[in-house]
């Protein structure tokens, strides 16, 4: 089975601190994508990289960076935490070819207080 | 850009009964795949049904059927027999196949489905 891994759950942090969100997927997957999750608003996509080095901005990049420096990881960059960023974050995963669906991690709800 | 609309924030349904969850899209594009996902309370979404839009006949999988019309952009999921176990949120999504490498998932705002005993 494909696993994505978030690496927590939940993460409280303060206002300005730099927060470090890593996801890892073990499926030698090309593409990799951070989403936002927000009451009403659904899944808005931050960042998304199909490739090693590369990556793209989404819909909602402003706050946030992106790292990939190795293919099974994807880490979600918040440079000075603001409380407008307190939301659910998902990691997905997904092949590069034709007809394959987005595999998702379980989530990390972050709280910046 | 391509956009997803799903109008139905909440639905219910009774146990054993039908219900269809609406979802209607815009694009350009005349090849691309469509998505229906399930976020339970747990937050894990898993994929309950795709279609490809160059496959007219209707995906099917097992209690889950959509019905694709290309032409009206509307791609809505039927599930018959529900279940308890089908409350949860969905989220409908469009995914491009074009072959530029940006295979983006563009989602809906989704509908929270509750099932009644």
């Known amino acids: 089975d494909v696993k994505v891994t978030q690496s927590s759950r939940y993460l409280v942090k303060r206002t300005g601190e730099k927060v470090f969100l890593e996801c890892v997927q073990d499926?030698?997957?090309?593409?990799m994508f951070w989403y936002r999750q927000d009451p009403g608003l659904g899944l808005r996509l931050i960042y998304f990289?199909?490739?090693?080095?590369?990556?793209e901005k989404g819909d909602i990049p402003e706050g946030y960076s992106v790292s990939r420096e190795k293919k099974e990881r994807f880490s979600l960059i918040l440079e000075s935490a603001s409380t407008n960023q307190t939301s659910m974050y998902l990691c997905?995963?997904?092949?590069?070819?034709?007809?394959?669906?987005?595999?998702f991690g379980q989530g990390t709800r972050l709280t910046v207080v | 850009a391509q956009t997803v609309t799903q109008s139905q924030p909440e639905m219910s349904v009774q146990e054993a009964e039908t219900v269809t969850l609406s979802c209607t899209y815009d694009?350009?594009?005349?090849?691309?795949?469509l998505f229906w996902y399930k976020q339970p309370p747990s937050r894990q979404m898993i994929l309950v049904i795709r279609?490809?839009?160059?496959?007219?006949q209707n995906a099917t999988e097992n209690r889950f059927s959509v019905n694709f019309q290309k032409a009206a952009k509307s791609f809505s999921l039927k599930i018959s027999d529900s279940q308890l176990g089908d409350a949860a949120m969905y989220f409908c999504?469009?995914?491009?196949?074009?072959?530029?490498?940006?295979?983006?998932?563009?989602f809906g705002t989704g509908t929270r489905l509750k099932v009644l005993a």
């Open positions: 279609q490809e839009a160059y496959k007219q």
């Open positions: 990289s199909y490739d090693v080095k590369m990556k």
């Open positions: 999504a469009y995914r491009s196949a074009g072959t530029s490498g940006t295979y983006k998932y563009i």
């Open positions: 499926m030698d997957h090309e593409n």
């Open positions: 997905a995963s997904s092949l590069g070819r034709r007809l394959t669906e987005a595999f």
């Open positions: 694009t350009s594009e005349s090849d691309y795949y």
